[in-house]
């Protein structure tokens, strides 16, 4: 357990030490003093006019000069004369190089107006103290001697006005070398560090909507973490959106609770963030933590409403050192619960807070408390390191789901398999039962055939033989019948349903021969007709039997000299007939037989019958 722990700091300290070693580096980068441009003059030491209520006042001035420190917050106006001595006349084109002042000013050389950000007159408007700032210089306004540079500004409350440190010099050094490279860590980098939060927020955003536990129901259905990171790096987002913003679209007022209420937002959600990745939320102990977090939000806009409305400061001042003992607390114990059960997220998250949260502690006593004025705020930079913290590890828990998941699919892709090789092994066996039944079906049939047909031919033989009064004609004609009726049973099992053409076909080729052995002439006027769909193979087998029990009537009963068959569709109705020139029978009296399989079949059974002619028709819709 020792040397687990040991380790487990040891991968703490070097993660802390990391990041910290990071964002020195990072801040050490940014530009030097302005003295350190060569050929330059850095203005340091003049004399300011001050005007604070209707009063003013005039007195030495040593920059860089913090106008809330020096007034407490009170807005003024503020006239700043710098005098500088030139040998000669420059021979190349000069600028002015000013890293901070505001909120509004103007900038004057010899009495000569060179630039306007702002309007005096207006207070509560612009603040162009968020980016440094670069004015080029004629070269006729400069004279060998003494020159005097003047930034007259007005300062609002509680908005960092003031000046810092001027630095006037030829156009190449002072704008390559101090305005660009200042411009680009304080504007161009609040744009990055702004499209970088969005880009983490918007991730976050959608795997919090995406991500969704079907077995959990209401707020539980989505995961937390992914909302407090996305919620932190949006309010973040915006916070840092300010430093570009030199004219905002709110009054300042309003503007400045929105700004100091989305760094409060910032503050908040990255512990809510943490809150659930240690697993505070499901401890009932812990969750009392909730309130006091919840709280920061609030106090953050009742103290940045009283600084601005009371035009003091120290509301904020005071209440942002309350959070950041709060916050201290909060990032202490989390820490402690890392060392406790850690992993790399923990770990990465903790050393990213405690950077995030050391900065942030320098920046409210070098901001907030001290007369220094021109600095820029650490913790925007140092913040990005927490957002790729939070980055990582929603990645990471979203690459764990998504494991999960496609284990998850996986073993519900094999039972699904699986469930289909029952379900397959299940149908083979029904197939197999249908298919045995089938022939268990077609052997009733036949049998019941044979006895039905067959065997009453038979059976008629055994009688006519018993009885000694039928002939041979006679008894040789019942057992051609028998014959018969056993061949057409046998025809029958390959007969394709519907098929009438292939059925009268097959009736022709059984009984030709036995109408011409008796006398009979045969005639086949069966034109092409068309499929019976409805006719399956029981239906098929009905109407081969009534067409054999017609003609066996013929055979036995009529003394015909001729039998002719005719199949014909007009308009598409099948018709079929069997015709001979016998002695006939009366058509009310309809043979039983063939009424019964007609109805069976559904066909539409005509008899009609004299001597000289029988007509026995069928009639298929």
């Known amino acids: 357990m020792n040397r687990v722990a040991g380790r487990m700091f040891g991968q703490a300290g070097r993660a802390l030490a990391a990041l910290w070693l990071a964002a020195t580096l990072l801040l050490a980068a940014q530009p030097a003093a302005a003295a350190a441009a ?19 006042h005039k007195a030495p001035v040593e920059l860089s000069y913090h106008w809330d420190r020096q007034h407490g917050g009170r807005p003024g106006y503020a006239t700043f004369e710098l005098p500088f001595t030139l040998d000669a006349e420059p021979e190349v084109p000069w600028g002015i190089f000013v890293p901070r002042a505001g909120s509004v000013l103007e900038v ?103 991500q969704v536990d079907a077995a959990a129901t209401g707020w539980r259905r989505r995961d937390s973490l992914y909302f407090w990171a996305a919620l932190a790096e949006f309010c973040w987002a915006i916070r840092v959106a300010d430093g570009v913003i030199a004219e905002p679209p709110l009054p300042w ?42 709280g920061v939000v609030p106090g953050t806009v009742v103290a940045t409403a009283l600084a601005l409305h009371r035009e003091e400061p120290y509301w904020l001042t005071g209440w942002l050192a309350l959070e950041i003992v709060f916050v201290a607390l909060f990032v202490g114990a989390f820490a ?57 590890i929603v990645l990471r828990r979203f690459h764990a789901a998504s494991v999960q998941a496609r284990g998850s699919v996986a073993a519900l892709a094999e039972r699904v398999a699986q469930r289909e ?85 097959a009736l022709r080729y059984r009984l030709e021969p036995r109408l011409a052995a008796a006398g009979i002439q045969f005639e086949w006027a069966v034109d092409e007709v068309p499929d019976v769909k409805r006719l399956d193979a029981q239906a098929m087998r009905q109407l081969q039997f009534l067409l054999f029990e017609a003609i066996s009537n013929v055979l036995q009963h009529a003394q015909a000299r001729t039998l002719r068959i005719e199949a014909e569709a007009p308009a598409g109705a099948v018709q079929l ?20 399989r007609a109805a069976a079949i559904g066909a539409r059974l005509a008899l009609e019958s004299r001597p000289g002619r029988t007509v026995v028709q069928l009639g298929f819709a």
Request: aromatic letters at 8%; proline letters at 4%; hydrophobic letters at 45%.
């Open 253 to 294: 007022g309003a503007w400045g609770v929105l700004m100091a209420t989305c760094y409060a937002g910032w503050a908040t959600s990255a512990m809510m963030f943490c809150y659930h990745l240690a697993g505070w939320h499901r401890r009932p102990r812990m969750r009392w933590l909730r309130w006091p977090m919840a």
């Open 577 to 596: 007939r069997v015709i001979d020139d016998g002695r006939g029978f009366d058509a009310q009296q309809v043979p039983r037989a063939l009424a019964e």
């Open 108 to 210: 004057w050389l010899n009495d000569a107006l060179l630039q306007v950000y702002g309007d005096l007159a207006s207070g509560n408007g612009p603040d162009y103290a968020k980016a440094p700032l670069y004015v080029p210089v004629p070269g006729h306004l400069l004279k060998p001697g003494e020159n005097r540079l003047q930034v007259r500004i007005r300062a609002d409350s509680a908005r960092r006005g003031g000046l810092s440190r001027v630095t006037i010099g030829p156009a190449t050094p002072v704008r390559t070398d101090l305005f660009e490279s200042a411009y680009a860590w304080r504007f161009t980098g609040s744009v990055l560090l702004t499209a970088f939060s969005l880009i983490v927020g918007s991730i976050a955003l959608a795997l919090w909507l995406t």
């Open 336 to 392: 402690v619960a890392t060392i406790r059960r850690p992993n790399v997220g923990r770990l990465l998250v903790a050393a990213a807070a405690l950077v995030t949260l050391g900065f942030g502690t320098r920046d409210w006593l070098v901001i907030r408390l001290s007369d220094a004025y021109g600095e820029t705020t650490w913790v925007r930079y140092s913040s990005v390191f927490f957002g790729i913290a939070l980055l990582l």
């Open 421 to 505: 090789r029952e379900l397959a092994s299940t149908f083979a066996a029904l197939e197999q039962v249908a298919r045995d039944q089938a022939r268990t079906h077609e052997r009733e049939r036949i049998l019941r055939d044979m006895h039905d047909g067959v065997g009453s031919h038979i059976s008629s033989a055994i009688r006519q033989l018993q009885s000694g009064q039928a002939s041979p004609e006679e008894l040789l004609r019942t057992l051609c019948d028998s014959l018969d009726q056993l061949k057409l049973a046998i025809d029958s099992i390959h007969l394709p349903p519907g098929d009438v053409g292939a059925l009268l076909a």
């Open 38 to 56: 060569e050929g330059t003059i850095e203005l340091r030491r003049g004399t300011v006019w001050t005007t604070v209520d209707g009063a003013t």
